[in-house]
């Protein structure tokens, strides 16, 4: 549980307020709060990462870049 005393307020254009009541409407979200602490976690949990290509991908990757001519053989 969070505390009070770790939350702060931020000022959100009612317009964004009203369109994430709608969104929230028969979903397990019961406060704006919510989703919005949910969907900032998964932006930041997820920014930049992605899954490294693995050894064959990256070949696979490198043959079609030739087949299309856009990587030259060594």
Same mark, same amino acid.
């Given at each position: 549980?969070?505390?009070? !005393?770790?939350? $702060?307020?931020?000022? +959100?254009?009612?317009?964004?307020? =009203? *369109? ?7 979903? &397990?979200?019961?406060?704006? !709060?919510?989703? $919005?602490?949910?969907? +900032?976690?998964?932006?930041?949990? =997820? *920014? ?7 050894? &064959? ?10 087949? +299309? ?6």
């Amino acid at each position: 549980m969070i505390e009070d !005393s770790d939350i $702060i307020k931020v000022p +959100l254009p009612r317009a964004i307020v =009203d *369109k994430i009541k709608e969104r929230i409407k028969n979903t &397990e979200f019961n406060t704006v !709060s919510e989703y $919005i602490v949910f969907v +900032l976690k998964e932006v930041l949990e =997820d *920014k930049g990462q992605r899954p490294a290509l693995t050894e &064959e991908e990256e070949e696979q990757v490198k043959l079609t870049l030739k087949k +299309l001519g856009y990587l030259k053989d060594e």
